[in-house]
């Protein structure tokens, strides 16, 4: 698939209170691991973007620490979901939804942890998925 340059993103929780801006990839990933469907009610839509990610408001930020090596944010005010971050590297991962204009400026082509995604739905868009063990080879940790 098309490689695109990454693109400069905004945009802010639904109260308001955080904002967001980023330079993050447009290719859009889904991740249906248990830990993600738990917390975003479904698989978590993201977009990487690498250690651009700048937050105003931080004081309504609350940071879960879900893993050894990872952490979720979301708004204290309204519980819109704001990140998902590798804590040693800085990696952010973004929900599309965050972003202004998105459905015009994103790509949905990639799943990870398929091999954990329930029978229960499937998505139609043309995906490279990984699975876990793919993951784990590639990355050393999710
Ligand atoms: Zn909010
Ligand atoms: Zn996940």
Redesign the pocket.
């Known amino acids: 698939m098309e490689k695109k340059p990454p693109i400069d993103v905004q945009g802010g929780c639904l109260c308001g209170a955080v904002k967001v801006r980023a330079t993050a990839s447009p290719h859009m990933g889904a ?1 249906h ?1 248990t ?2 469907r738990t917390w975003s009610g479904g698989p ?1 839509m993201a977009l990487d973007a690498g250690e651009t990610a700048r937050f105003e408001g931080e004081e309504s930020i609350a940071v879960f620490k879900s893993s050894a090596w990872a952490e979720r944010g979301f708004c204290r005010t309204c519980g819109t979901h704001l990140f998902y971050r590798v804590q040693q590297s800085g990696q952010t991962l973004l929900p599309p939804g965050l972003v202004d204009d998105h459905d015009a400026r994103l790509t949905f082509d990639h799943q ?2 398929i091999d954990k995604k329930p029978d229960l739905y499937s998505f139609a868009n043309e995906t490279v998925d990984m699975t876990e063990a793919d993951i784990f080879a590639k990355f050393g940790g ?1």
Do not use: A, D, I
């Open positions: 991740c691991c830990m993600c978590y990870v942890f999710g």
